[in-house]
């Protein structure tokens, strides 16, 4: 098992609903991440939370609204998606926050905006 | 800016056979560190392996090892004695020893034939 587990595994919902992802890490890291995978495209980095602080966002749209109450814990607050936002989120966390090695990946949330 | 590209978004091998997958990397540092991840269809991404630049010698995990060209930017991934269990989307990824965040590929899809 991986250590880090994400859900729900799959979530569609309409461009007027509010959602949340979860990720949990049962690794006692202290940081935590959120990626977006679309097909066919690089993985873009989300956002970045270093013992429960945000420590980047890569110029997020505000509909993506993380949220980290604990190390172990880590929210994507959803609403008002667009249908260009399906896509694979993957969660992650790492035992270093200052460098992003040695990730270890959730299996992700496949997200349908219709 | 640094990118990373993987030129093949998909490949096929033969059970047993031996497949190299390519990934070059545009940068203008000197010292930085080069990934391979494996996510399988669980949709969890596993480092398959690391790459330091200052060292010149290959980098092998059992039967997965790189070929690292730094003149020529180029980071390709062996995959010895091919396994079903190998099936996976193959990612290459760059970090500058700079920067914290990782810079990923789109991806290689890798289908064994039994």
């Known amino acids: 098992e991986t250590g880090v587990t994400q859900t729900p595994r799959h979530l569609v919902m309409g461009m007027t609903n509010k959602k949340s992802l979860k990720c949990e890490q049962h690794?006692?890291?202290?940081?935590m991440y959120w990626y977006k995978q679309s097909a066919k495209k690089p993985l873009e980095l989300m956002f970045v939370?270093?013992?429960?602080?945000?420590?980047e966002n890569n110029s997020v749209p505000s509909r993506f609204s993380p949220e980290c109450p604990n190390s172990s814990h880590l929210f994507l607050h959803l609403h008002t998606l667009q249908p260009e936002d399906s896509a694979l989120y993957l969660c992650?966390?790492?035992?270093?926050?200052?460098?992003?090695?040695?990730?270890?990946f959730g299996s992700g949330t496949q997200l349908s905006v219709l | 800016a640094q990118t990373v590209t993987q030129s093949q978004p998909e490949m096929s091998v033969q059970e047993a056979e031996t497949v190299t997958l390519s990934c070059t990397y545009d940068?203008?540092?000197?010292?930085?560190?080069l990934f391979w991840y494996k996510q399988p269809p669980s949709r969890q991404m596993i480092l398959v392996i690391r790459?330091?630049?200052?060292?010149?010698q290959n980098a092998t995990e059992n039967r997965f090892s790189v070929n690292f060209q730094k003149a020529a930017k180029s980071f390709s991934l062996k995959i010895s004695d091919s396994q079903l269990g190998d099936a996976a989307m193959y990612f290459c990824?760059?970090?500058?020893?700079?920067?914290?965040?990782?810079?990923f590929g789109s991806g290689t899809q890798l289908t064994v034939l039994p």
């Open positions: 992650a966390s790492s035992q270093d926050p200052g460098y992003h090695e040695k990730l270890f």
């Open positions: 690794l006692g890291h202290n940081a």
């Open positions: 939370y270093s013992l429960e602080e945000r420590v």
């Open positions: 940068t203008s540092e000197s010292d930085y560190y």
């Open positions: 790459q330091e630049a200052y060292k010149q």
């Open positions: 990824a760059y970090r500058a020893s700079s920067a914290r965040q990782l810079t």
